[in-house]
């Protein structure tokens, strides 16, 4: 299982924030520069892939063999005046999507990337949070630099452990305790946010999110958890007697899933346990007899 680090995001995340500051600045003042739309096509896959290629002989060697892109894991496409994502159609095995620095609007055309666990769409122009239904297995999101007003629609998502959206238009304090439902979720970044100019932003987000390890990239102290657990607990008990059902149930769905899918890659899904076993001894016709033999309670010793 690919797995990322908090300090592997932390250098991803400045490197794709070394951008035109003055582009950025338009852009953050609700003017986002006019540039013609650019939608990903597939030649421009194919370019960015090669130039993540290496250098040298080993380069010269990898761009002779004919690329499957069926099977790319990684593909980086920042700085591309992107505006609109499409035509990921054939990347089905990609586990992380680079798409920083760019004027996309929306977050579209994902839903075949069901093995995605990391996505970068920083310094874009999204104001919607949408579009990640499909992506069950998505473990990081960075909405750094968005137009983001709203947390939402992340239902589906309950493996996210590390969630970026400083820097948006988040301002609605309530609005946090929707983090609640994602119990995997350990680090989120909220500064630059009006909601985090809230003098108690804080304690009411730890009291209602306790399974927050980090905000802002820095651990929450044991004081701060119990002043916080404190200061908020009669409306996070009331709160949680209906949320906390919301989550028990994701949780369900999400153990359904798993089954579902260890029984895909062992292609038995779909299968009733008696069809299972009838068709494991189709061309068996010994062990067609033992089917006949019924509960092995019924079977004497000789």
């Not at 990609?94 to 760019?102: A, G, H, R, T």
């Not at 304690?203 to 390890?213: E, G, L, N, S, T």
């Not at 008696?274 to 509960?295: I, M, P, R, S």
């Amino acid at each position: 299982m690919f797995s990322m680090g908090y300090d592997d995001f932390g250098k991803d995340e400045l490197k794709c924030s070394d951008y035109n500051q003055e582009y950025i600045r338009q852009r953050m003042d609700g003017a986002p520069v006019d540039r013609n739309l650019i939608i990903i096509t597939e030649p421009m896959i194919i370019n960015c892939l090669n130039e993540l290629m290496p250098s040298g002989d080993e380069g010269k060697y990898a761009r002779m063999v004919k690329l499957d892109i069926k099977m790319v894991t990684y593909l980086k496409m920042e700085y591309r005046s992107i505006s609109e994502i499409a035509n990921l159609n054939q990347l089905t095995n990609l586990v992380k999507l680079q798409l920083c620095n760019n004027v996309i609007k929306k977050i579209q055309n994902l839903d075949v990337l069901v093995n995605l666990v990391w996505l970068d769409l920083s310094f874009n122009s999204i104001k919607k949070i949408e579009g990640l239904d499909k992506l069950t297995k998505l473990e990081v999101l960075n909405l750094h630099r968005n137009f983001v007003k709203r947390l939402e629609n992340l239902d589906n998502n309950l493996r996210l452990q590390m969630f970026h959206i400083s820097t948006n238009k988040l301002d609605n304090l309530e609005n946090l305790r929707y983090l609640r439902r994602l119990i995997r979720l350990r680090s989120v970044s909220l500064q630059g946010n009006p909601v985090a100019m809230d003098p108690d932003f804080v304690h009411y987000f730890v009291a209602y999110v306790p399974h927050i390890d980090l905000i802002d990239h820095i651990i929450v102290p044991r004081a701060e958890r119990e002043i916080a657990s404190a200061k908020h607990k009669l409306q996070v008990d009331k709160y949680a007697a209906t949320e906390d059902k919301l989550i028990r149930r994701a949780s369900i769905v999400e153990a359904e899933e798993e089954v579902k899918l260890l029984h895909k890659e062992a292609f038995v899904d779909g299968l009733q346990e008696d069809e299972f076993w009838n068709l494991l001894y189709e061309t068996d016709t010994e062990g067609k007899v033992l089917l006949q033999l019924g509960d092995t309670d019924d079977i004497q010793v000789m």
